[in-house]
């Protein structure tokens, strides 16, 4: 998926595109600061962890960094089942573990 950085944030692309829209900005041709506007196309990030849109919460399908990534989000699946399911939301736990094939 696409994503684009915008005020320290990562924005899926149609939350980049309504921001670029919103500032008079053509997305994907901005090179300014992306404080100013958004910033990218970025393709196949790597994380820590899961990216979701700072705007609207969609998951960003990025990549896993490995072995940090990847423990962090075997370890959210092991502490919401651990907590018998109050440990975080399971419909974003779910879609993480079907995703990544955890």
Not at 54 to 75: A, K, Q, S
Not at 78 to 94: C, K, L
Request: with cysteine; charged share 25%.
């Amino acid at each position: 998926m696409r994503q684009y950085m915008y005020q320290a944030e990562w924005l899926c692309e149609l939350c980049a595109h309504h921001e670029a829209m919103a500032l008079g900005i053509e997305l994907g041709k901005f090179d300014g600061d992306s404080d100013d506007g958004p910033v990218g196309p970025y393709v196949d990030q790597e994380s820590d962890c899961p990216e979701h849109c700072g705007e609207c919460g969609v998951f960003m399908r990025n990549n896993l960094t490995d072995p940090d990534g990847i423990d962090y989000v075997m370890e959210a699946i092991s502490n919401h089942y651990a907590s018998n399911g109050t440990d975080g939301d399971i419909q974003v736990i779910n879609e993480w573990r079907n995703y990544y094939n955890l």
